[in-house]
């Protein structure tokens, strides 16, 4: 079997473990940080609250999925995106998120006034 023909079949395993790495949100508070271009460790501290040891296991797992890089200037270690493709994938997730809340608010919504219904039928059987 060649390495293209096999590819296919290793692609979920590989949109899971990149799922799995997206799967805290201090990661994906780190990329969204990172949208507007490199940033200083110290900021990502800041900005995320974390112990310097907590915060670079969160940056190696998003370096081990290759979706932030490091460098060095200045004496200090800035981290950026690999890649710019990773800013949709957040925008989608942030758009079926709210599409998903509003449908469940929907149907939450319908489904008291489905109960308010029922308990005034109720009521007024009662009397």
Known sequence: M?????????MP?????LFRSLGHP???RVLELLADGPVRVSELR???DLEASNLS??????????LIVSSRA??????????????PLLAVAG?????????????LSKTEAGAQGNAIVTDEAQR
Do not use: M, N
């Open 2 to 10: 060649s390495e293209v023909s096999s590819a296919p079949a290793a």
């Open 13 to 17: 395993e590989a949109k899971s473990d």
């Open 26 to 28: 201090v990661r994906i």
């Open 46 to 48: 800041k900005s995320t």
């Open 57 to 66: 296991q969160h940056l190696s797992v998003l370096r081990r999925q290759q």
């Open 74 to 87: 200045d004496g200090q270690i800035h981290y950026r995106l690999s890649s710019p493709e990773v800013l």
């Open 95 to 107: 758009t079926l998120l709210r599409s998903t809340l509003q449908s469940a608010s929907l149907h």
